[in-house]
């Protein structure tokens, strides 16, 4: 089968996916180990073991255990590592929220800063870039629901890139910082506000990117001159990007209908088309490869079907779709 990533680094971008090890059953499947470790992706993404309530699950006290786990596949198999995320409204350690807590914007800001900066200081030689702030704008173009927003309010978002800009320029490194947000796929009021966090930040002298998450259904409007015209935006404004959670799932379906998977190779064909017409962007991501790990079951009752292989790892004809489109 053709190698996803050679055709995505031929073209100068990379083709990975997101993992979620240890303890869910991808770390001692071998089949799933022997394509993750291979050449097909050239990038990895830990699905959970960088966020918050891993990384710092005690106020001060961090833990790298779990993201360890991606690094170090990362690194013995030489593919470049997406670092995710810092900050979010979800998967938050609990002191953050916890009653024992009495958090002001005093108090947090700080905090805020330390978890930032002592994580992106400690992975600095490996992480290719990190999701800083994690899906912070509703669907109208206002900041969503957030802890983070309801202590310190909303310069919560640009003193978190600030706090990230700071620490990559003190370690030396090209880390490049993130937003990352879903539904941001085709033109809307969300996507304007994402454009104008990265102007405002290019006013201060930082520069961000952009993650388009890109968690589609088969029946999305989400075409691909939508996803063209977002990415046109943000070459426009001379930002990096990357498709960094691609999957496309199955709503559920009426009796006796079966799933089209032709439809989903469509869609996926559209996506990774898109990203390749730009030299922006930087790669694309799939959240994670085989439908048994998939996230989307778990979230989206009675939908899935949503990864490029799968359970009994058959190549679905999205794979072959994706290598057409790379
Ligand atoms: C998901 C993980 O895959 C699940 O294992 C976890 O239970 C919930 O989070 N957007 C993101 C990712 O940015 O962090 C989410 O990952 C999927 C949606």
């Given at each position: 089968p053709p190698y996803l990533n050679e055709l995505a680094a031929a073209e100068g971008k990379y083709f990975g996916t997101a993992t979620d090890q240890p303890?869910?059953?991808?770390?001692?499947?071998?089949?799933?180990q022997k394509i993750l470790n291979g050449t097909?992706?050239?990038?990895?993404?830990?699905?959970?073991?960088?966020?918050?309530m891993n990384t710092e699950p005690e106020l001060g006290v961090f833990n790298y255990t779990?993201?360890?786990?991606?690094?170090?596949?990362?690194q013995d198999h030489n593919k470049i590592l997406r670092c995710h995320n810092l900050i979010w409204s979800s998967q938050q350690p609990e002191w953050l929220t916890s009653e024992n807590y009495t958090w002001t914007r005093e108090t947090l800001l700080p905090v805020m800063e330390n978890h930032i900066k002592t994580l992106?200081?400690?992975?600095?030689?490996?992480?290719?870039?990190w999701d800083v702030v994690n899906e912070a704008f509703a669907s109208n173009g206002t900041l969503s629901a957030s802890p983070w927003l309801d202590v310190i309010g909303p310069d919560y978002l640009p003193l978190a890139f600030q706090y990230a800009h700071e620490a990559v320029q003190s370690t030396g490194k090209d880390i490049?910082?993130?937003?990352?947000?879903?539904?941001?796929e085709s033109p809307s009021e969300k996507v304007d506000a994402v454009y104008q966090l990265v102007r405002d930040l290019?006013?201060?002298?930082?520069?961000?990117?952009?993650?388009?998450?890109?968690?589609?259904?088969?029946?999305?409007?989400?075409?691909?001159?939508?996803?063209?015209?977002?990415?046109?935006?943000?070459?426009?404004?001379?930002?990096?990007?990357?498709?960094?959670?691609?999957?496309?799932r199955f709503p559920t379906l009426p009796p006796n209908e079966t799933y089209s998977?032709?439809?989903?190779?469509?869609?996926?064909?559209?996506?990774?088309?898109?990203?390749?017409?730009?030299s922006g962007c930087e790669g694309i991501t799939v959240w994670d490869f085989a439908d048994q790990y998939s996230w989307i079951p778990a979230?989206?009752?009675?939908?899935?079907?949503a990864d490029l292989y799968s359970a009994d790892y058959t190549r679905k004809p999205a794979y072959y779709a994706v290598a057409e489109a790379l």
């Open positions: 303890g869910t059953g991808e770390d001692t499947d071998i089949i799933y097909i992706f050239g990038q990895v993404t830990p699905a959970n073991g960088m966020k918050g779990m993201g360890d786990v991606v690094v170090q596949i990362a992106i200081t400690h992975w600095a030689d490996v992480c290719h870039a490049k910082i993130y937003y990352n947000d879903y539904g941001i290019q006013a201060q002298g930082i520069q961000i990117s952009v993650g388009l998450e890109s968690h589609f259904t088969v029946l999305d409007p989400n075409t691909f001159e939508a996803q063209s015209a977002v990415m046109a935006g943000l070459q426009d404004l001379g930002v990096t990007f990357a498709l960094t959670e691609l999957d496309v998977y032709e439809a989903q190779a469509f869609r996926y064909w559209e996506s990774v088309s898109a990203c390749m017409q730009y979230t989206f009752e009675g939908e899935g079907e």
